[in-house]
């Protein structure tokens, strides 16, 4: 089993900064991959960004691409997702996902843990 426990939404007005946390505890074999996953009112979830825990590869979708940057702090066992010139359309709750195979990172089907989200307002 993983847990995940998301911190660091909240309101920023367009063009301004926040930095989301993951936290993940549990057996390490589970978490190769973690992801950040988004999902506005209305909306599907979307991917947004991964790392490979192990050797730090990264992935983004393209609107956030030079925006966002993820990162993992290996003695914290902690993700972070730096969000950058943040705009309205950034506006969502935003997921933590862990799995433990390393392939369709883009899906959030295949993931198989999740933390409770944390909600990112974009005020224009």
């Known amino acids: 089993q993983v847990q995940l426990v998301e911190s660091g939404g909240g309101l920023v007005q367009a063009g301004g900064s926040l930095r989301l946390s993951c936290a993940a505890s549990?057996?390490?074999?589970?978490?190769?991959?973690m992801g950040w996953f988004r999902q506005a009112p209305g909306k599907e979830r979307d991917f947004v960004a991964a790392?490979?825990?192990?050797?730090?590869?990264?992935y983004y979708t393209d609107s956030v691409k030079d925006r966002f940057t993820i990162s993992r702090d290996s003695a914290k066992n902690t993700v972070y997702l730096q969000m950058n010139s943040l705009k309205p359309e950034d506006t969502a709750v935003y997921y933590c996902?862990?799995?433990?195979?390393?392939?369709?990172?883009?899906?959030?089907?295949?993931?198989?843990?999740w933390g409770q989200g944390t909600q990112v307002t974009v005020s224009s």
């Open positions: 996902a862990a799995k433990s195979i390393i392939r369709n990172l883009r899906r959030d089907d295949d993931y198989d843990y």
């Open positions: 549990g057996r390490t074999f589970n978490r190769n991959v």
């Open positions: 790392i490979i825990w192990g050797g730090g590869s990264t």
